[in-house]
């Protein structure tokens, strides 16, 4: 329908409203006054809310496929690497076998004389020479020569026809590592067949080479008793046993002040000191109990040397030495041979959400306890993320996770739940705190393991990262904890040997199992 305009009192025309459709009670779209009411109208409800939780979605994806990217990369390279080392491995092995055949060809045509033995055995020492060049540095093989002594009565074959068994090798490689780790002292084999050496139940014996000169005492901080028993020590190791002695500046200030005499005492100065302490200390003495062990191996980012614990605390889980009787221990060790037993260290790395890889992190730390990851004064339970060797294990809510060495496992993962395990066992102990499910029980994994802990971008708050109860350090949506066993462990003096001190520890620290004796004087069958 055309549009009519009719003339107003003032001669200007409009259009009218009842011919074109439009109602009075709404102005025309052209007018400032309803563009100005469109702008003041409020947006929908919730679409930030959504276009926030899109955002952090789009994140989640983007960093699933950087990681996908950087794993496939990993794998490609190593596959190629195997295949590398197949072709290599593959073209020795022929042409071994064509000169042991060849060489026996020649023997069955003729008489053997000595000259020929001797030539035929020079082969096969070559054979056995190859077989151990091609185990190298970092694999265990199997490449062995085995001469069949009986001939098959349904074969034409002599006596002298050399066997070959199927080659193999044995690996261990951790993922979490840009090296291989080859682990040679578990594994031996013979003629293809497999045999572990069991080194979780032998006892380790420290036999000195050449006599300990240097000597590094550690005391726990505001004890007159501690104080007392460092300056005699000190005294009995200088006049007695003529060592030098190492001690932490504080101990040094309070031996001077007590007497001109402890002049001799030598510290550090800086932290590259510290650094360089296991290449002048022999012998690590501590004066406390498990917290001044602690601290003694917070000390050491690489090798520690063996550490004598002397107990003057209140629960000694690794102190086993009486103070009363130092002397007889302290020679007895510094002659030697000593039962020691080798505690196992988590090293761990924090890898922000804004690193580009892994290896752009916040690290290493070094615990021998555990490193714990709670919710903080958060009122909201803690969402982690676990990953075990890259591999999705499970996600944990609850007040937080614990990450314990064996070591540890008489500590904090104890009292959440977690079992009690010899400290030479290779292990890492995977312990809930509180957890807001009833079938989620601790883990005990394996020592090449490599464990990542990641806040998702969706938690409620943050999460608190403590490591053997000290340095904590927060965790953002996004961040991750990576562990893994460190290389470096913590060797300390037994008083019998590994066994009878964990045993005696939790009999006499946590009185395990103790109750009374059922009455032989009950009813009987």
Known sequence: MPLKCKPDSNGNTSASPQENGFSDSHPPLNSEKAVQELIQQPLLQGIDDHLFEFSEALRTVAKALRQVAEAKASAQAEAAEWKRRYELEKSRNLQLEQKVLSQERNTESNEEKPKELGEKKKVLDEVAEQSERCCGKNDICSHEVLQDGKPDSNSSVTPRKVMRKASFKLAWCCKGDRTDQHKHDIVSFEKGNITTAERSSKQISLKWESPPKTVL???????????????????????????????????????????????????WEDEEEILLLHTKVDLIVTLGGDGTVLWAASMFKG????????????????TPFHSEHYREYLDSILRGPMSITLRHRLQCHVVRDAAKSEYDNEGPILVLNEVTIDRGISSFLTNLECYCDNNFITCVQGDGLILSTTSGSTAYSLAAGGSMVHPQVPAILFTPICPHSLSFRPLILPEHVTIRVQVPFNSRSHAWASFDGKDRKCLAPGDALVCSMATWPVPTACQVDSTTDFFRSIHDGLHWNLRKTQSFDGPRE
């Open 217 to 267: 005492i550690l005391t726990k901080p505001n004890s007159v008793a501690v104080q007392i028993l460092c300056s005699e020590m000190v005294r009995w190791l200088k006049e007695q046993k003529n060592l030098k002695i190492f001690v932490e500046p504080r101990v040094q200030s309070e031996l001077l002040a007590e007497s001109a005499y402890y002049d001799f005492v030598k510290t």
């Open 303 to 318: 090798p520690v040397p063996p550490i004598v614990p002397f107990s003057l605390g209140s629960l000694g889980f690794m």
